[in-house]
Each structure stands twice: as structure tokens, then as C-alpha cells.
């Protein structure tokens, strides 16, 4: 539970330091993603994952 919420505590401070640093790279990036096409957006979408699925695995495999 706490590596869960240790998880959920850095993907807040990563999206607020977007929103608090850059807002207009952001409205930018939103504006791209509004162009392109819903299976291009998809496809971003599950590789986000799977690379944040590597990630868990390969720290789970050195030990954390």
C-alpha cells in the first residue's frame, strides 16, 4: 500500500510541475493531440503503458 501510494504521490508532482511551470507547452501539446488521429493518440497510449509496465517489472526485478 505504501508503494502505491508512493506511486500516485510522483505521478501528481510530475503532472502539477507541468501545469505549474509550463501551462503553455501544455495547451500546445493538447492542441496537437486534438489533430491527431484517435488511432494515433491510441497507439501513444498503450505504448505509455506497456514502457510504464517494463518499468514496474524491471524494478520489481532489481528489488524494490
Do not use: H, K
Not at 6 to 34: D, N
Amino acid at each position: 500500500m505504501t508503494l502505491l501510494l508512493l506511486a500516485f504521490g510522483l505521478v501528481m508532482v510530475l503532472e502539477g510541475l507541468v501545469y505549474a511551470l509550463a501551462p503553455s507547452l501544455l495547451e500546445r501539446m493538447l492542441e496537437m493531440l486534438r489533430e491527431m488521429p484517435q488511432t494515433v493518440v491510441r497507439q501513444i497510449g498503450a505504448l505509455v503503458v506497456v514502457c510504464g509496465l517494463i518499468l514496474i517489472w524491471t524494478a520489481f526485478q532489481i528489488g524494490l
